[in-house]
């Protein structure tokens, strides 16, 4: 059965700090990769979507990386802002239809 | 791109009580719909998936149900609630192995 993690649960930085965020998954057949940003009693937010044949994916101060072989994902946050502070989660889609999530890694950017 | 709507937001029930809770989807057609439930802190456990009008699978055995009446509605209901099902509930929307949209989520109290 397929695990997704996410380490460390928590994370707090200062502002103008990059943001390295972890996603390790056990089973290497993936569709794909998607991270998400959650707020506070909100619904989720897709941010990158990764296909399992591409290495990374950018958007403007985000940037994520795929290596399927070790079964790892990164997602990079560029010059963090205090409006960066959500729950970041990653989900692999491990097959037609069907995605697994890690538990998240809350973060916090401090001014 | 898609936007899901869910009501009611926010949610109390007393225990024993039944629930209906409501998901639309707006910009695509034949969408896999999903309904998950995330307890805090942790990640987000897939309740139950459509593929087509009346298809439901579940993924975990509980005392909720789902019902797909419309190709763009998802309902989520049950008949007694208990105090476990305090959560907040995930509408979910996705084509295949591609991108997965969320709805704003609702707040379920049981008390």
């Known amino acids: 059965k397929q695990e997704v993690t996410q380490i460390p649960a928590a994370l707090s930085v200062p502002e103008g700090e990059n943001l390295v965020l972890n996603c390790s998954f056990t089973d290497s057949a993936i569709y794909n990769l998607q991270w998400f940003r959650q707020d506070p009693g909100k619904g989720l937010t897709s941010l990158l979507l990764?296909?399992?044949?591409?290495r990374e994916q950018t958007s403007g101060r985000l940037n994520a990386s795929l290596d399927k072989s070790s079964g790892r994902s990164t997602l990079y946050i560029a010059a963090s802002q205090p409006g960066d502070s959500a729950t970041y989660l990653c989900?692999?889609?491990?097959?037609?239809?069907?995605?697994?999530f890690g538990a998240g890694t809350q973060v916090v950017v401090t001014p | 791109s898609q936007t899901i709507h869910q009501w009611p937001a926010t949610l109390v029930q007393p225990v024993g009580s039944p629930l209906s809770l409501e998901c639309t989807v707006e910009g695509t057609s034949n969408p896999n719909l999903y309904w998950y439930r995330q307890a805090a802190g942790r990640g987000l456990q897939l309740l139950f998936y459509s593929v087509g009008i009346g298809q439901i699978s579940s993924e975990v055995p509980q005392n909720l149900s789902a019902s797909r009446p419309q190709d763009r509605q998802f309902i989520l209901s049950s008949k007694k609630l208990l105090l476990s099902d305090s959560g907040f509930y995930l509408c979910?929307?996705?084509?295949?192995?591609?991108?997965?949209?969320f709805g704003p989520g609702t707040r379920l109290t049981v008390t």
């Open positions: 990764i296909q399992s044949s591409q």
């Open positions: 979910a929307s996705g084509q295949g192995t591609y991108e997965q949209y």
């Open positions: 989900a692999v889609t491990v097959r037609w239809g069907k995605f697994q």
